[in-house]
C-alpha cells in the first residue's frame, strides 16, 4: 500500500463515506476539496492563507509547470512543496487534460502525445513514463497516470479505443514508477457511455492501483448524466481506495458526488468565478458587478465567517471590482474557497454524525432562498 | 489648531527632524511615508497586510474616489475608513495633480476647473469649496487644497499667474471647511524658479494653514533641481508645522527630503514598480523577470525581515511574475513596501539617537555595493 485509506464513517441512505487518506506527508479527511494551484499558485493567494481557510491538499497542473518554469528549476530549488512554500499536501495531474484542451496541433499514438506548447509553440512529447518522472521530479503527493480526455462529442467507437489507449498508458505508467511512497491514481474514461465506463473501471481495477480519477466529465455534459455516470462508474471502484472525482464542480456537484461515493474533487470554479465576479454562497450566486450592490453594506452573506463577509460591504466589494483592483480578486477568491472547504467540512461532519441525509436536504433548502442572484 | 505637530529630535548637521504629529484618530510619526491608496485600496494589499508592514497612514485620491464610487458611496458606508476597512490614518490629496495629469479637455477659470473623466468622458466642473467637501464627504484625516500643477515646461510667466491662482484657491479652500478637527494643508507650486517657491510659500505661510504640501516636484526635473527646490522652499515654512513632499520619490529622495526637512512622502514608486516585476532594496533594484534569477534560490534581499525575503525565492518570485500570477504583485508590493517603511523607520531611529548623518552615509554606503541590478 502507497497510500493508506480508511473508512470512517459511511451514510446508510448514499454511497457518502467519511475516511482518512495517510500519506508520506500527512493525513488528508475525506471527502476534500482541492483548490487548484495551475502554476505552483492557486491564484491571489498565499500557501498561509489557504492553510487559514482549511485547505490541506492542493492540486497543481503538470502539463503548466512542465512548460514553465519546468521540472529542473523545481527540483533545483527543492521539490514543489518548496518552491511555492507550501506545507500542505499537493497532487499533480497527468497533464492529459491540458494536452487536449489548451495544447495546439497534437497528434497521439501509441508511444505517447506530440503537442506544441500553447505558451509559445514549441513542441513537446510527452509519454506516460515522462508524465511520472516529471510527477515525481516535482516530489508531490499523489500522481496521475497519463490518460487521453476525449471531447464530450466524440464517437462511441472513438471513445472504446480511447479508453484502451489510456489503459495500456496507465499499466506503463504503472512500470515506469520508481517512488513507491507515492500513490498513483489510475484515471477512469469512457465517455457518456455506461458500459464503457463499467469496463474501463473494471480494467483498470484489475491492475490495482492505489487510487482511481474519473475524468471525462463536466466537459459539457449536462448534470443528470454526470450523476448516472457517477452511478455506474463508482460501485466498480474498490471500497477500500479513494475516488476522485476530476474538475467538477459546483456546489451541487460537490454535495451529488460526496453522495455518489467520491472522497476527492478539484474545480477552477470558486477561484476563477471569484475573479470574474462571482461569489458562491450558500444561497446561490452573487454578480458583484450588478448595480443593485453599489451602496450595500451588506457582506456577501451575512452568516459566513470568512475574512471578507466579516469586513466588507457589497459596495465596496463592487467598487474595487469595477475598478479592477487586485484585492477585489483576492476577497471574492477567499470567500469562494472558504465556502467550499466549509460546504466539505460540513459535510464531514455530517457523515460523522450520521446525518447526511439532513445535510443534504438542507443545503438545497438554502439554495431556495432568496438573496442571490441565481433567484 | 487643528493638528498638534511635536519636534521631538532635529539632527544638527541638516534640516532632519523627527516629530508626532498628533491628528483625532490616531498619532503619527514623522517622517513617515505613505502608502498610495488611490482607489480606495494600496493596490493588493490588505488593510492588516499594510498595518503588519507598519504603515499607519495612507494617502487616497479624491480624483479617482469623485469620480469612482462618488462622495456620496463612501459617505452612505460611513466614510472611507469604513469603506475600505482601514484602521489607519488617511490623508486625502486635493484632486489636482490628476485633473492635470489624467483628465481630458480641462479647462481653467478663476472659479475652478472644468474636466472630463478619463474613465466615461462625463464632464465634471470642480472648485476649490467642493474639493473640500469632498474631502469633508470622505471623511479623511488631512485635507489638501486645490491647486493647480503646471507642466514641467511652462514658462515663468505661467507659473506666476498659475500660482497666484493657487494662492486665491487655497483661501477659497479655507473658508469653505466646515471641520477645524481636520487639518489642511496648503500646496506651494513655483515651478523650476527658486524665487518663485520663495514667494509661494510666503504667501501660503501669511494664511496660515496647518500644514504645507510642496507640489510639481517629480514631474521630469533631475535629482539636483528637486533638491534645489527643496532646499530654497523649505526654510520659509513654519519650524513648527508639518512639511508634506507630493508624490516624491525614490529611497535616495526619502533620504535627500528628509534631511532638507520634509516630514511625509507618498508616492507610487514602491506598489507600481513591484507590480512592474521591480524590487527596490538596500542595493538598488532587482529586475525579476531577469533570466539570471531563472533559478536562484536567494530570496530578493537575504538581510531583509519581509515576508516575501523570508519565504521566496527569486526563482519562484521570477515564476510567477513571468507566468502573471497576481501573487508576484503581492509579493513584490510587500517587499517595497516593507523596504520604505523599514527605510523611514530607520532615519526616525538615527535622529532620536543623533545619528542621522552616519544613517545617511551608511545607506550610499549599502547602495554602492553588488548584488543588485543598478550596478
Redesign the interface.
Known sequence: MNSDYQIVATDPASRARLGKLTLARGVVETPVFMPVGT???V????PEELQGLGARIILANTYHLFL??GV??IQ???GLHR???WPGLILTDSGGFQIFSLAKLRTLNEEGVLFRSHLNGAAHFLTPEKVIALQEGFDTDILICLDECPAHVVSEDYVVRSGALTLRWAKRCQQARTREDKPLFAVVQGGMWPQHRREQAQAMVAEGFDGYAIGGLSVGEDKETREAILDVTVPELPVDQPRYLMGVGTPEDLVEGVARGVDMFDCVLPTRNARNGMALTRFGRVVIKNAEH??S?LPLDEDCGCYTCS???R??L???F??R???A??LLTIHNLFYYLELMAAMRQSLAQGRFGEFRQAFYGQRHDGGADNG
Chains 1, 2 share one sequence.
Do not use: C, D, W
Not at 491564484?43 to 498565499?46: E, F, L, S, V, Y
Open positions: 502554476q505552483a499558485t491564484k491571489t493567494m498565499t514553465r518554469p529542473e528549476i533545483t530549488l527543492g518552491f511555492m512554500n453599489a451602496s453594506p469586513r466588507y460591504s459596495a465596496y463592487r467598487h474595487l469595477v475598478a483592483e487586485i484585492l480578486y483576492r
